[in-house]
């Protein structure tokens, strides 16, 4: 239940969606892979809004480099966990919803049991290699994945809904070279709120959900969305039979 603080809290938010939305927003884990310049302004925003349990995993610590663009990691945290420098800020944003800070790396080995009892998973990691994982895990158990990327002045994102639209397989069957990226921070700010949007929307059943590739122009200030059609030999998600 709602104390009276978080009545306070989330008044302008219950103006939308009774306090009903925000008992499921209460109710609700959102598991996050990464806490770099993705996963800083997902889990801030997440948490603002009240998503009850935010399980956020990654293995890096906080590096000088790093301040540009992850905004919940400051000069203080330098050489610390990245879960545990976001666990410490969430707690002082919003006292009334749980973190959990995994700092492990996210392998094949372990990724279903960090998933599995999340409603939703975002992608806010920077290598394909582990995203894929992401992705075999959101087709293997049924869980929602939002998946986002940046580079530059550029990003992409997108929802998958396992069982019906396209997977992240049919949209990149191989992953692009790993590489030390060109990025500031305006960028990982833009594709994450709009990932937290995303996730918003499907906890509380509301709007409807990016199936579709969107992707930001920062330079020119455009943002285009394609339909994406799920490929029968895709495959993660596609009909061996085909």
């Not at 209460?26 to 993705?38: D, H, P």
């Not at 050489?79 to 545990?84: A, I, S, Y």
């Not at 920062?218 to 339909?227: P, Q, V, W």
Request: glycine content about 8%; some cysteine.
């Amino acid at each position: 239940m709602l104390n009276e603080q978080e009545l306070q809290r989330y008044q302008r938010q219950l103006l939308m969606f009774d306090k009903e939305g925000q008992e499921k927003l209460k109710q609700s884990r959102v598991f996050i892979a990464g806490g770099g310049g993705l996963g800083c302004p997902i889990a801030l925003y997440l948490a603002v809004a009240g998503v009850g349990c935010i399980d956020i995993a990654d293995m890096d610590a906080v590096e000088q480099t790093n301040l540009n663009r992850q905004v919940l990691h400051w000069e203080k945290d330098i050489g610390k966990p990245k879960v545990l420098s976001i666990k410490e800020k969430i707690r002082q944003i919003n006292p009334y919803i749980n973190i959990i800070a995994r700092h492990v790396t996210i392998t094949e080995e372990n990724v279903l049991e960090l998933v599995r009892d999340a409603d939703i998973i975002v992608d806010a990691l920077d290598n394909f290699s582990a995203r894929y994982l992401l992705n075999h895990a959101s087709l293997q158990t049924g869980i929602p994945l939002v998946h986002g990327a940046i580079r530059g002045f550029d990003g992409q994102l997108m929802t998958i809904i396992p069982g019906k639209t396209a997977c992240l397989k049919c949209v990149f069957p191989h992953a692009p070279p790993e590489e030390v990226f060109p990025v500031i921070g305006v960028t990982p700010g833009i594709i994450g709120t709009i990932q937290a949007n995303e996730v918003l929307k499907y906890l509380l059943q509301t709007g409807e959900p990016l199936e579709g590739l969107l992707v930001w122009d920062g330079l020119n200030a455009k943002m285009d969305s394609f339909k994406i059609q799920r490929r029968n030999k895709c495959e993660a998600c596609g009909d061996p039979d085909l």
